[in-house]
């Protein structure tokens, strides 16, 4: 091969490198999968023109769902996480924050194609008396409907989603993308447990044990050791108020959420702490433990006082003994 040849070669190789770093460089522009966004949008089937999400809450009102106990504002989601429908989401990566756009959601993508298959007769001695009417939400053997008519003892039961059978179509906007990693946390509570609880994230030492390095000479059967070492954790520090502690998705799957906020956080734990706030009642202590110290004579001139016969009483909790 000539000097000339060698040349030529090794400038094809430099244009290919240049054109792969080109490509590199144009597939990471704007947001992309595993970023956080803020993002709001109002989303109606396309056929009928039913509302079936929004952010908005002039829109809430507008559709008289304002009432709900839900608080209307832009969410917090992770691109790639499927925390929306995957064709809102391929619109989203690439974009930049401030971008708007709108897409249509093909039923089979949405809440999927209806099936006449899945609308059963069942007897109405399944359903409860208070749930036996037509648009009534039930559950029969685990799975969730409504349903359709009711004569009778018989019920026609819908198994489809409400929604199925409908395109969506979505408008959006990128509001911003979230840095911050307390409120992206906030943000993935929300959208959890449909609030927002208060929370921050702080760095702790703490003591644990950890196994300690067994010497080449040693059996390899023999009992392995532990040694205490001071060591940091990120922790974020989560308030359970009483709102939180009876939210059902709470109750049902903490454990679960609380890992998916450690491995999209990037925090070594979650401590959720109770706060219990004194109710204006310190006086109920000190009478308890008055009553408590109250000697036999102490209790029986009380009684006295209150023109009670000690014997009936005692008669009375004998009685109910029995």
């Not at 998916?260 to 109770?274: A, F, P, S, Y």
């Not at 102490?298 to 006295?304: F, K, N, R, S, V």
Request: aromatic share 6%; hydrophobic share 35%.
């Amino acid at each position: 091969m000539t000097e000339d040849q060698e040349a030529e070669l090794e400038e094809q190789a430099d244009d290919v490198d240049e054109e792969v770093e080109d490509e590199d460089a144009t597939e990471a522009e704007g947001l992309q999968e595993g970023d956080f966004v803020e993002i709001e949008y109002t989303a109606y089937t396309v056929e009928d023109e039913q509302l079936v999400d929004t952010t908005d809450p002039e829109v809430a009102e507008e559709e008289g769902v304002d009432d709900q106990g839900q608080e209307f504002k832009p969410r917090t989601i992770i691109l790639g996480e499927g925390h929306i429908f995957d064709a809102v989401e391929d619109a989203i990566v690439g974009s930049e924050p401030g971008d708007s756009g709108t897409v249509t959601v093909p039923a089979a993508d949405a809440f999927g194609e209806y099936d006449p298959d899945d609308v059963q007769t069942v007897s109405a001695e399944k359903i409860d008396e208070d749930d036996r009417y037509p648009g009534a939400n039930v559950q029969i053997d685990g799975q969730q409907g409504y349903i359709s008519t009711i004569i009778g003892g018989r019920a026609r039961v819908d198994f489809n989603h409400p929604l199925a059978g409908d395109d969506v179509e979505y408008e959006y906007t990128v509001v911003e993308e979230v840095e911050d990693r307390e409120r992206q946390a906030a943000g993935l509570f929300e959208m959890f447990l449909g609030m927002e609880p208060e929370l921050w994230i702080e760095t702790d030492e703490v003591e644990e044990e950890v196994p300690v390095e067994p010497d080449e000479d040693e059996d390899e059967d023999a009992e392995p050791e532990f040694e205490t070492q001071t060591v940091e954790k990120e922790t974020l520090y989560l308030e359970a108020t009483p709102q939180m502690t009876m939210n059902q998705q709470w109750m049902m799957g903490k454990q679960q959420i609380g890992q998916q906020i450690i491995d999209q956080i990037g925090v070594d734990r979650v401590i959720v702490q109770e706060v219990i706030d004194g109710m204006g009642m310190g006086g109920m202590g000190g009478m308890m433990g008055g009553m408590g110290g109250m000697g036999g004579g102490d209790i029986e001139e009380a009684l006295e006082d209150a023109d009670v016969d000690a014997d009936e009483i005692v008669e009375e909790l004998e009685g109910a003994e029995e």
